[in-house]
Nanobody, 124 residues
Framework: QVQLVESGGGLVQAGGSLRLSCSAS????????MGWFRQASGKVRQFVAR????????YVDDYVKGRFTISRDNAKNTVYLQMNSLRPEDTAVYYC?????????????????WGQGTQVTVSS
C-alpha cells in the first residue's frame, strides 16, 4: 500500500510560481508511474501531467504545456510539479496519484492510489 501526501500549495499572484511535492511512504514508488490531477470548485477532476516510473517519459496536458513540468526523485520517493506563469484558472485542489503501470495513462481509473490534495489559489 502506498500513501501519498501533497505539499507546496498556497496563494500566489498571477504570473507567479509554485512547486508541489508528493511524498510517498509505505512502499518505494520507483516502479510506479505517477500523475498529477486537479479539481476546481464545482468541476470534475482533470488530468494535468504524468511521468513514467523511471522519469524518462513525461506528458503534460495542453492547457499547462510550457508552464508546468513534472519530475521525480526516486531516491527521495518524491514527485514534483513545477508550476510557472500561473493563471487564475489554475486555481484548484491538486492531487498526486500512483499507478501500477510503468507508463501510466491519462485516465484516473489507471491510478489506484491518491493523496488528499493541496489547494492552489491564484489571484488576479
Amino acid at each position: 500500500q502506498v500513501q501519498l501526501v501533497e505539499s507546496g500549495g498556497g496563494l500566489v499572484q498571477a504570473g507567479g510560481s509554485l512547486r508541489l511535492s508528493c511524498s510517498a511512504s509505505g512502499r518505494t514508488i520507483s516502479s510506479y508511474g505517477m500523475g498529477w490531477f486537479r479539481q476546481a470548485s464545482g468541476k470534475v477532476r482533470q488530468f494535468v501531467a504524468r511521468i513514467s516510473s523511471s522519469g524518462g517519459s513525461t506528458y503534460v496536458d495542453d492547457y499547462v504545456k510550457g508552464r508546468f513540468t513534472i519530475s521525480r526523485d526516486n531516491a527521495k520517493n518524491t514527485v514534483y510539479l513545477q508550476m510557472n506563469s500561473l493563471r487564475p484558472e489554475d486555481t484548484a485542489v491538486y492531487y498526486c496519484a500512483a499507478s501500477l503501470t510503468v507508463v501510466p495513462s491519462l485516465r484516473q481509473g489507471n491510478y489506484p492510489y491518491w493523496g488528499q490534495g493541496t489547494q492552489v489559489t491564484v489571484s488576479s
